[in-house]
């Protein structure tokens, strides 16, 4: 199916739902005009060559609870407006090319789930106002040019579950927070995180991926490592980490391919120290 989205669409003033997902083939913009429909609750047009940039005004729409521009062609910053959406639960921006910075009124967004940006050209900060979105389980930022430090306070966030910061430019230390903590899928690979990795795991560590390879990690593996509650897979390869691999129950199921590429790591998978 191929075509555009005509702006004769803003004259139906009760629409509730605009649904192109995944047809390939429309393209040009999204109309500016479409800001004024009060009752749109669902925008999603996932999958097609959507040109342009996000209306400004999008803001007004105060009913949106869904948002799902992936995989377009759309250009452009996040507008400020955006942040003015105080229905919107699940936000999805992946796969275009979309820069600039997220606005810092981003945690205004207090009903959100869900937030999916990888895969574009946004720079500048991690806001540390995201950790105001209590609600929010799934923080998707990766493949982006993001740099700065990642902020402690998204480690304290009550339902986060899953944070993917990989192939951006992000600094500074691992944050001890993000150890202890309700995220169960962390993935910072390919960044420039530099120190020691947080000695403390416990029991309310839990972790189905932790993924910190190919960054600028040093010191030893913590020994407190071992009393995580559960860790399915990690990865710590391509690091500058030395010492004994800490025996775990969980150790003996992982690859070599986990530890290799550090300056002196020893013991089980690896060689014996």
Do not use: Q
Not at 115 to 138: F, H, K, Q, V
Not at 166 to 171: L, Q, T, V, W, Y
Not at 227 to 234: E, F, K, L, Q
């Amino acid at each position: 199916m191929t075509g555009s989205i005509s702006p004769a669409i803003c004259k139906l003033e009760r629409l509730s739902s605009v649904i192109l997902a995944d047809w390939k083939g429309i393209s040009g913009i999204i109309p500016p005009c479409i800001s004024s429909l009060p009752f749109l609750r669902i925008l999603d047009l996932i999958g097609n060559k959507i040109s342009g940039e996000i209306p400004f005004d999008i803001g007004k729409l105060s009913r949106l609870t869904v948002l799902n521009l992936a995989d377009n062609k759309i250009t452009g910053r996040i507008p400020r407006s955006l942040a003015d959406l105080a229905s919107l639960k699940h936000l999805d921006l992946r796969n275009n090319m979309i820069s600039g910075t997220i606005p810092r009124n981003f945690g205004k967004l207090r009903m959100m789930s869900r937030a999916l940006l990888s895969g574009n050209r946004i720079y500048g900060p991690i806001p540390e106002t995201i950790s105001y979105i209590y609600r929010l389980s799934d923080l998707d930022l990766s493949l982006n040019r993001l740099s700065g430090p990642i902020p402690d306070s998204l480690g304290k966030m009550a339902v986060l579950g899953t944070l993917n910061l990989d192939g951006n430019m992000i600094s500074g230390k691992l944050p001890a927070t993000l150890i202890n903590s309700r995220i169960s899928i962390l993935n910072l690979s390919r960044n420039a995180i530099e120190g020691n990795i947080p000695d403390v795991f416990g029991p309310g560590s839990y972790f189905m991926v932790m993924d910190l390879s190919y960054n600028k990690l040093r010191g030893s593996i913590p020994k407190s490592i071992s009393s995580a509650s559960y860790i399915g897979h990690i990865d710590l390869s391509h690091n500058h980490l030395c010492g004994a691999i800490p025996a775990a129950s969980w150790f003996d199921h992982l690859e070599a391919s986990s530890f290799m590429y550090n300056d002196c790591l020893c013991g089980k998978p690896l060689k014996a120290c």
